[in-house]
């Protein structure tokens, strides 16, 4: 286990927000991260995982955890067992070199495996719900692990009850995936291509991703909008009509467009950037603008995926 005092989060988000932790506590196994959550019980406590969907918004006051533990076993022909720390996508590499399928279309996605079971990470129509079976905790109050079934995680898009109810109260130490044998190369290697083309390079340029979710609009809704905007791109769901944010974003003029640092990324207007030693600030403001226009011209809300801290 390692633990620093007073360090910069830079390396820990991807949005390069030099914000600093009061501590950083780092451990490599389940009994370790019992130790620590004695040591600091009643501090303010926030498990990272590579910092890739956070907007640390000033210095933490408290302790941040993360974990080292990165290894992936099968458990049988069709279950992959992978710990909390493993980069999900170093887990999909090896599972496609292995000749293991499934999960391809997850490539590329930023992000450890703890966080893919909180924010059910998705893209390309897979989301990680599709193959997650089954998602081991450790309860921070009681100190003893619990397991959740897939249905226990009340998966949706871009969510799981370890956002809502369970918030806090569970810290994911590694996730059971359902995998298949199979051929994954081809489809990957598009997947890594089409993405590297539109969303900017982690350590290359500042961000979180999707800044927004896609909203979902009452069938009515959609009607109107459709009369007035015929072109409008959308999805008919089981939770309403989806319109994607982008679009929205777009036709609110705002792709390219910066506000101190904080830019809307020109080839993904989903995307908030930090172009130039954006402040935390910076990005809010820029986001607040974004989402008031689109209330404005389209009478629709659409919400922050990435998490304030
Ligand atoms: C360039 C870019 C592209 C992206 N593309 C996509 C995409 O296509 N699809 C998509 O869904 N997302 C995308 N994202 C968002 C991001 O990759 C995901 O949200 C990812 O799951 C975040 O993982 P992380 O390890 O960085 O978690 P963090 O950002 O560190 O944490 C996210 C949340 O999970 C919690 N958490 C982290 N680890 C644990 C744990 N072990 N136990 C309990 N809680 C935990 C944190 O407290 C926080 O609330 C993208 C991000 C970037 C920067």
């Not at 990470?121 to 089954?134: H, Q, T």
């Not at 003893?144 to 918030?167: I, M, P, Q």
């Not at 640092?261 to 207007?269: E, I, L, R, T």
């Amino acid at each position: 286990m390692t633990i620093q005092e007073n360090i910069s989060l830079l390396p820990y988000n991807t949005f390069g927000i030099d914000a600093k932790a009061k501590i950083f506590a780092e451990y490599s196994s389940v009994d370790e991260l019992r130790e620590l959550l004695t040591k600091y019980r009643g501090e303010k406590m926030l498990h990272i995982g590579q910092g890739s969907n956070l907007l640390f918004t000033g210095d933490f006051d408290g302790v941040i955890l993360h974990s080292a533990m990165a290894r992936a076993r099968f458990l049988d022909d069709e279950t992959v067992e992978a710990q909390n720390g493993l980069r999900l996508d170093d887990l999909i590499a090896q599972l496609t070199d292995m000749c293991y399928c499934g999960m391809e279309k997850l490539s590329l996605i930023p992000g450890e495996v703890g966080a893919s079971a909180v924010q059910n990470v998705g893209a390309y129509g897979v989301e990680a719900k599709d193959v997650i079976m089954r998602v081991y905790t450790l309860d921070v109050e009681t100190l003893k692990e619990r397991v959740f079934t897939n249905a226990e995680c009340r998966f949706g898009y871009r969510d799981s009850a370890f956002k809502h109810e369970l918030k806090g109260r569970y810290i994911v130490t590694s996730v059971v995936y359902h995998v298949s044998k199979g051929d994954a190369t081809k489809t990957r290697q598009e997947i890594i291509e089409t993405r590297m083309a539109k969303l900017p390079t982690v350590g290359e340029v500042g961000s979180a991703g999707s800044f927004f979710m896609n909203p979902f609009v009452p069938e009515e809704k959609a009607a109107e909008l459709l009369k007035r905007y015929p072109e409008m791109p959308h999805f008919e769901t089981p939770q309403g009509v989806k319109i994607p944010a982008a679009w929205l974003i777009e036709q609110c003029g705002w792709k390219g467009k910066k506000l101190g640092g904080a830019q809307v990324w020109h080839k993904q207007p989903l995307v908030i950037v930090n172009a130039n030693n954006a402040t935390p600030d910076d990005i809010i403001a820029l986001a607040a603008q974004v989402s008031a226009s689109v209330k404005d011209k389209f009478g629709i809300d659409i919400h922050p995926e990435v998490n304030y801290i």
